[in-house]
């Protein structure tokens, strides 16, 4: 277990700070790495347009769109005040992911649990799955307005599939030995879903929830491009109708942030909900 | 072998042994579509405070007897009765040891052990009390907010033993729980585990491949057949308690006792090798 540290006749070598100094010492150079291929990529958008190499009208470039995020922040945009869209996106995209991740949760763990129901639903669930759901997006717009209920309604529906599938496997995949201790020690059906079955399915299930906050962005910007008033997808859409390619850019920046940021934010959720985990000996994750 | 026949009678229930199996079958459904017999016409009776080992060889059924007794598992065919009451379903008042590890591992040692207690409607502060005193007594004290994957093997045991026997279990069913374990940590976990059990009044069954681990620990040993299963024969083991587990295998006696039990089942892992070397080979 934890290794007792005898008192040493001759002074060991500090085997941890030399790993702490690796550790380092790598973290500056895959950020330093990560700059420089930045750098690199922007600089070369900048030249090869400068130099006329790639038409500028088509391809914009990155000072074009620095500048049209500038005048964004500073004078707002055509639909309002810059803040008031990301907040409108935003809200769609979290509104769906929620509504799709409780969804998929309580469907995939009710199938997982029940072979009968899954037996009867299982085709029908499959059939939906392979359908393309974005499109689901036009159907709501009429059915449900152009408002905020339809984008979250089309985030939902993309988000639902992939955690409903993690859920059930999930659910499927836990330890028989588990389930037969906490109903030898006198777990009802109640407490062995919430204190087995979900423990054990939440790594499968926050794994899907990396995949599916991006999802819930693509529902929510298709859904605001099949009709919308507000929003960064809106945004866009107006902007190419202008054939502004650098106002299309500068959307498209701002939906990668907004990923980035949530991506940061279930990370942090994964490592507090799973923390009794053993921690991964390298980083594999993106 | 004693085959007393018992007939049940609701007023004596005092009287009834702890355990009670009467020409008992199981048979499960293979994957294929065949049918598999791991248990035949077994008989087993287990007294009150009893503490039984079971041995035989690999594949035999002993682990599917603890199913039954437990009420995981049906019987296909015969009697099961916990203290002259059929089993139906898990019943109150059964411990379980599983062969692998079954402490739950996003909970921590405390809540672990606590599971037992709050699942029979404890409150949580009262589940938590008794928690850490069972922690204590299975020499835990200090690890009560580890997770399992920070213990080491014998110390997830002392949890699984822990959780087990918090809930105050008049027949612990143990599935060869000490064998993943180094020796000399099993050595250390039996006499611990016949500490706890001279301290209780539970009836113990307890699984195992190793005769010399079902002697030193147990008043009676049956030896079950290469499968289908059964009762070939069984053995008071009358060695003198409180033993010590490292020590009491020196005993003269204790080694007229192996030899006497090696004899009945030197010939069931036979068979059951032959049979594993044929099955390999085809």
Same mark, same amino acid.
């Given at each position: 277990m934890n290794a007792d540290t005898e008192p040493a006749e001759r002074p060991l070598p500090d085997l941890a700070a030399g790993r702490r100094r690796d550790a380092q010492r790598r973290r500056l150079t895959v950020a330093g790495l990560r700059l420089l291929l930045g750098v690199v990529f922007l600089g070369t958008w900048e030249l090869t347009t400068r130099l006329g190499w790639i038409d500028v009208f088509f391809w914009s470039q990155p000072t074009a769109i620095a500048a049209k995020l500038w005048i964004w922040i500073t004078q707002g945009t055509d639909l309002g005040p810059l803040w008031d869209q990301v907040l409108v996106t935003m809200e769609e995209t979290v509104g769906g992911f929620i509504a799709g991740s409780i969804l998929g949760i309580i469907f995939g763990v009710a199938l997982g649990r029940s072979p009968l129901l899954s037996d009867v639903l299982g085709p029908y669930i499959k059939a939906a799955n392979a359908i393309?759901?974005?499109?689901?997006g036009a159907l709501f717009a009429v *059915?449900?307005?152009?408002?905020i209920r339809s984008k979250i309604a089309t985030a939902a529906v993309l988000v639902f599939f992939v955690v409903f599938f993690n859920a059930f496997q999930g659910v499927r995949e836990v330890d028989r030995n588990l389930i037969a201790n906490a109903r030898i020690l006198g777990a009802d059906e109640r407490r062995l879903t919430t204190e087995i079955l979900i423990p054990s399915a939440l790594s499968w299930i926050i794994a899907s929830l990396h995949i599916s906050f991006g999802l819930a962005l693509v529902g929510a910007v298709v859904g605001e491009l099949f009709? *919308?008033?507000?929003g960064l997808g809106e945004l866009i859409y107006a902007a190419k109708n202008n054939f502004d390619t650098a106002g299309v850019f500068a959307g498209i920046t701002l939906l990668a942030a907004m990923a980035l940021v949530a991506e940061a934010l279930i990370t942090a959720l994964e490592n507090r909900l799973i923390k009794w985990r053993p921690q991964a000996v390298t980083e594999a994750r993106i | 072998m004693d085959c007393v026949e018992r007939t049940w009678d609701p007023t004596s229930a005092v009287m009834s042994p702890a355990i009670e199996l009467r020409r008992v079958t199981k048979r499960f459904l293979t994957p294929s579509g065949g049918i598999y017999t791991a248990l035949r016409d077994l008989d087993m009776v287990v007294e009150p405070g009893e503490f039984c080992a079971v041995v035989g060889p690999t594949g035999c059924g002993k682990s599917t007897t603890l199913a039954l007794i437990s009420g995981l598992e049906p019987a296909s065919e015969g009697e099961v009765e916990v203290f002259g009451q059929p089993v139906n379903g898990i019943a109150d008042g059964i411990g379980y040891v599983f062969?692998? /590890?079954?402490?739950?591992?996003?909970?921590?040692v405390l809540e672990n052990v606590a599971a037992g207690p709050r699942y029979s409607g404890a409150s949580n502060r009262d589940a938590r009390e008794r928690a850490r005193d069972w922690i204590s007594r299975v020499g835990?004290?200090?690890?009560?907010?580890?997770? !399992?994957?920070?213990?080491?093997g014998g110390m997830r045991k002392r949890v699984a033993l822990a959780q087990s026997l918090i809930n105050g279990p008049r027949i612990l069913l143990m599935d060869? !729980?000490?064998?993943?374990?180094?020796v000399q940590t099993r050595s250390l976990m039996e006499n611990e585990l016949l500490a706890l059990w001279a301290a209780s009044s539970a009836s113990v069954v307890f699984v195992t491949h190793d005769l010399e681990e079902a002697i030193s620990l147990s008043d009676r040993v049956f030896v079950i057949t290469a499968g !289908?299963?059964?009762?070939k024969s069984n053995y008071k083991v /009358?060695? !003198?308690?409180?033993?010590?587990v490292a020590e009491i295998r020196f005993q003269p006696h204790f080694a007229e006792i192996y030899e006497e039990i090696w004899k009945d089942l030197k010939d069931e892992v036979l068979v059951s090798y032959e049979r594993q070397k044929r099955s390999g080979a085809a």
């Open positions: 393309p759901r974005v499109l689901m *059915a449900l307005g152009l408002d009709g *919308a008033t507000q | 062969q692998a /590890d079954a402490v739950f591992p996003w909970k921590t835990l004290s200090g690890f009560e907010d580890r997770y !399992p994957y920070q213990l080491s060869e !729980p000490f064998s993943a374990l180094d !289908p299963g059964t009762v /009358d060695l !003198p308690r409180p033993r010590n």
